[in-house]
């Protein structure tokens, strides 16, 4: 009995190890020139790193409306505008 669960497992253990590397050895690259309709539209995109803009230059924008929306579309010179929530708020640059 002992040697049929070891050539059980023997076999199970073959049959994983070679699934495993059929399946990584499997997958190829996609070509980008290819003309299936597989390949992702997106497969040329690569994406870049986000960096938050900087608090310390000045927008000189000021509170306007837009047929009573609010939103920062007024120049002047020397304010920044923030609008968040409905809310426009005009402080004077640093």
Known sequence: MTSRIRLVLVLTAM???L???GGTAG???VSTTSHSPYVSALVDVSVATAEAA???RCQNRS?????GIPSC???TFGTNCA???GICTATPCP
């Open 63 to 67: 509170c306007g409306s837009l047929q």
């Open 73 to 75: 579309t007024e120049d």
């Open 83 to 85: 609008l968040a929530n």
């Open 27 to 29: 997958h190829q690259a």
């Open 15 to 17: 049959i994983l190890a």
């Open 19 to 21: 699934s495993l590397v």
């Open 54 to 56: 900087s608090h310390k």
